[in-house]
């Protein structure tokens, strides 16, 4: 029978890909069928190579040619002729370590490092390194926070008086979150302030589901009976939330920095907008307005008032209605 033997022409890509095997072989086609051919001496046997597979041809090289210098790696497989540098577990592990404080510390995405920039610079400045994978990033992530939440109850176990800050928050997809932050004085006397829980918080901002919610998360973290005051702004919802703990001692203090943002907004007009009306009417209604406001303000400048501070306030005497002493003079010569 007539064998129309035909070579295979090698492109870089599977030339790099090649095991050690084909050093001693080419792959040939033969009637259409794709075999070995044996190269070594003056061999010239032709082996099949089902699925691509180099079993048939490593067996013939070491029973046949005696040849045993073919690499093997450690699952027991012929290495190939791409040969992949491999990192020591150690600094690898390290690596990953630094790769997941980075992801926290600067607050990326879990899949920042498989980005087809940052995978160039890897391979060239850590040849051989691959970085975590997003779900392995997850699942480390998990793992110190639950390491971290014990590690914060432990210690928030010894202390006894806890002071809460609270507030709001939003990202650019107006995703509320809410934040506890706690302060409290160790042991040797030293002021110390950690963040308790960041969540989000997608239920409507109610004052009895703030006050639920809050208490809930400090409950979890057993020190709802330690707490002693809660500094939050005096938004409305903010000042009702203390009527829906089950404490009723907990004080409220108004938060400091939201009030003197109010007072330099309101003082300086910020956020006034000017409109233009038209008919005298609309603008006889605004100025109404403007001075029932003003009435307003001014009633509760003076609620706020000490009443010690009135004797300290000297009456003028209103020069305008008092006659001079001229005309007391003339009114006297009159008489």
């Not at 500094?231 to 203090?253: K, V």
């Amino acid at each position: 029978m007539n064998q129309n033997t035909q070579p295979i022409k090698r492109t870089k890509k599977n030339y790099l890909l090649r095991s050690q095997v084909w050093k001693y072989f080419k792959q040939v086609e033969i009637d259409g069928v794709l075999r070995a051919k044996c190269v070594y001496g003056s061999c010239t046997q032709t082996l099949s190579i089902p699925n691509w597979s180099t079993s048939s041809l490593i067996k013939h090289l070491r029973t046949v040619h005696k040849v045993d210098d073919l690499k093997k790696s450690s699952n027991g497989r012929v290495a190939t002729g791409r040969v992949i540098q491999k990192l020591p577990k150690a600094r690898k592990k390290r690596l990953d370590r630094l790769a997941l404080e980075a992801i926290v510390h600067d607050g990326r995405s879990f899949n920042d490092f498989h980005r087809s920039g940052l995978k160039r610079f890897f391979q060239y400045a850590i040849p051989g390194y691959i970085p975590p994978h997003r779900n392995t990033v997850h699942n480390k992530l998990q793992e110190l926070y639950a390491f971290h939440y014990k590690l914060m109850v432990g210690k928030l176990s010894n202390i006894s008086d806890i002071a809460i800050t609270t507030d709001f928050w939003s990202d650019k997809k107006c995703k509320s979150y809410l934040v506890l932050t706690g302060h409290f004085i160790t042991d040797d006397f030293k002021s110390t302030s950690m963040i308790l829980q960041f969540s989000s918080f997608d239920k409507r901002h109610f004052s009895d589901l703030i006050g639920k919610e809050i208490e809930k998360q400090l409950t979890d973290l057993n020190i709802f009976h330690k707490i002693t005051t809660i500094t939050c702004d005096n938004a409305p919802n903010m000042l009702g939330l203390f009527q829906h703990l089950s404490r009723a001692d907990i004080q409220h203090i108004p938060c400091m920095a939201h009030l003197l943002h109010l007072i330099v907004c309101n003082g300086l007009g910020i956020w006034e907008t000017t409109q233009n009306y038209c008919n005298e009417d609309s603008i006889e209604s605004i100025n109404n307005k403007n001075e029932d406001d003003f009435d307003e303000r001014l009633s509760q400048s003076v609620r706020t008032m000490d009443i010690r501070d009135v004797d300290s306030i000297q009456v003028q005497p209103d020069n305008e209605n008092q006659p001079t002493k001229e005309e007391e003079e003339t009114e006297s010569g009159d008489e």
